[in-house]
């Protein structure tokens, strides 16, 4: 995908635990700037697509740091929206 | 029963997608086009900014750059189309197990068993909303009893709209839009159409079958039952792989064919080429076909629909024989021959015929044998009886062969 240069998706470093039932659960991210943040809670799971990044994929609602995020893993990758 | 058939459109789909994944386009006109930076190269999809300038699907990029100076040119992502047909597919695949694809970026769907879910109105609202919410893109929906009223619906309203076409309202709806809104009416059956005064759908319908069939041949009665919404044709289960549109091979032969014995060596050649290639797709073919060109390369095609689909060498090489013998006189001697498999379907989708399968399984174990030996140990492995004397038989089609899928230059369409 890097021949997309889209200033408002922004790819991110995410740990990330596969569990027992084999769903793909994010724990933590981390910003550009190096700063991590760790997901306090998963609120839902579904496909969706991002207009404002441009793309689809996994979208994970995020509790992080009291705010909620979109978190979306698609083709193996994961970014967010740039607010 | 009454069918329920939906046929879904991807609007604009390779155009609809790169401005997706590309923000800062979307309020400009663009086109999806090969190569941009050479001279050559075709649109091959556009946007509605593209569109309203003039642009046509297939024109060159230097045409289209006149008509809109402003146009923004971007190259295919066709790994990146090929996901996006399959995340439609998985959508579609919640409502219905019976859906055909059409090229990347339409495809059929039978709801008829599906009413739990929703009349045909409510699914095809549901997969619009859903190719919105998790796709990003638009769908445009035709809701029919018949394949082609649902695919003509789905062109009527664009973008992002359901068109119902009713047995009460066809009439109105249908009848009025020109010839070649129907599918299969191309520029050529348009053409003889309106030299007899024919330019709509209605007049088509209105004709008599016969009087088509002169004009058209075996395609006029079929067009007039399209246009009396009589098409029956079931949608079949078919995936992207179904974008290669026939399998086939041809070969130009050491020395010119001289009688029937020498087609028949050579066709089972091409047969079992054809029929391990299938096999290999997982592809069953309905038509077979030939094509014979004459030491003075005169050439012509013939094709059948068989009984039953096959991807057999043994039913394949019957076919063609039988085609064959049934429309060469041998005033020439035959330079090359090609054998084809064309209207494809999923091997093992279709019904299959009661009295014929024990010896249709039989051949079926026989071949898949033939096909591991080949690849163990090469083609030359293992031959048919038939081809072991013959001076004819060093040909390896399947292994020389070049493949010729319908890209997506073969779907340009709107």
């Known amino acids: 995908m ?59 609602t995020c509790k992080i740091r009291g705010k909620q995020t979109y978190l979306f893993f698609e083709e193996g990758r994961w970014w967010v929206e740039r607010r | 029963m009454k069918r329920v058939i939906l046929h879904s459109d991807l609007n604009n789909f390779y155009a609809s997608v790169e401005c997706l994944y590309r923000p800062e386009l979307r309020s400009k006109p663009v086109a999806v086009g090969g190569d941009p930076e050479q001279r050559h190269g075709i649109v091959l999809a556009k946007n509605y900014l593209a569109k309203a300038t003039g642009i046509k699907t297939g024109e060159a990029l230097w045409q289209a750059r006149q008509k809109c100076p402003g146009l923004v040119i971007v190259p295919p992502n066709f790994p990146l189309y090929l996901r996006y047909s399959r995340l439609a597919r998985k959508i579609y695949a919640d409502y219905t197990d019976q859906v055909e694809s059409f090229g990347l970026d339409e495809a059929w769907l039978d709801v008829t068993g599906s009413h739990i879910l929703g009349d045909g109105v409510q699914i095809a609202d549901k997969i619009r909303e859903r190719m919105k919410s998790e796709l990003g893109v638009t769908v445009s929906v035709g809701v029919s009893w018949n394949k082609i009223f649902a695919k003509l619906g789905s062109d009527l309203k664009k973008p992002d709209a359901t068109t119902v076409i009713t047995r009460e309202n066809y009439r109105s709806i249908v009848w009025p839009l020109p010839t070649e809104e129907l599918l299969y ?16 759908i209605s007049g088509i319908a209105g004709a008599e079958p016969t009087y088509l069939k002169s004009i058209l041949g075996k395609w006029g009665e079929m067009l007039w039952a399209f246009a009396n919404g009589l098409d029956a044709s079931p949608v079949t289960r078919m995936g992207e792989e179904s974008l290669v549109k026939s399998v086939g091979n041809s070969t130009t032969t050491p020395r010119d064919l001289v009688d029937e014995e020498d087609v028949s060596q050579v066709t089972y050649v091409l047969a079992e080429s054809v029929a391990a290639r299938l096999r290999e797709s997982g592809l069953e073919a309905n038509i077979i076909e030939i094509q014979v060109r004459d030491n003075e390369l005169f050439s012509f095609t013939r094709q059948q629909k068989q009984l039953r689909a096959t991807n057999l060498a ?3 090489h019957d076919a063609a024989l039988k085609i064959f013998k049934g429309s060469y006189d041998w005033e020439r001697p035959i330079r090359s021959i090609g054998v084809r498999g064309c209207d494809l379907v999923i091997a093992g989708s279709q019904q299959p015929i009661l009295f014929d399968d024990a010896q249709h399984s039989k051949l079926e174990k026989i071949e898949t044998v033939v096909d591991d ?42």
């Open chain 2, 185 to 200: 009416v191309g520029r050529a059956t348009k053409r003889k159409l309106y030299n007899h005064g024919i330019t709509t």
């Open chain 1, 2 to 60: 890097e021949e997309y240069n889209n200033p408002s998706k922004v790819y991110v470093d995410v740990l990330a635990v596969f569990n027992q039932e084999g769903e793909l659960r994010p724990l933590a991210l981390k910003w550009e700037d190096g700063r991590r943040y760790p997901v306090d809670r998963v609120i839902d799971v579904r496909q969706a697509a991002s207009l404002k990044a441009g793309g689809t994929g996994i979208r994970y």
């Open chain 2, 373 to 414: 030996l080949r690849r163990r140990f090469g083609h030359f492995a293992v031959q048919r009886a038939a081809l072991l004397n013959s001076d004819l038989n060093n040909i390896n089609p399947k292994d020389d062969h070049i493949i010729h899928p319908v890209g997506p230059v073969g779907y340009l369409k709107g």
């Open chain 2, 314 to 316: 043994g039913e394949i």
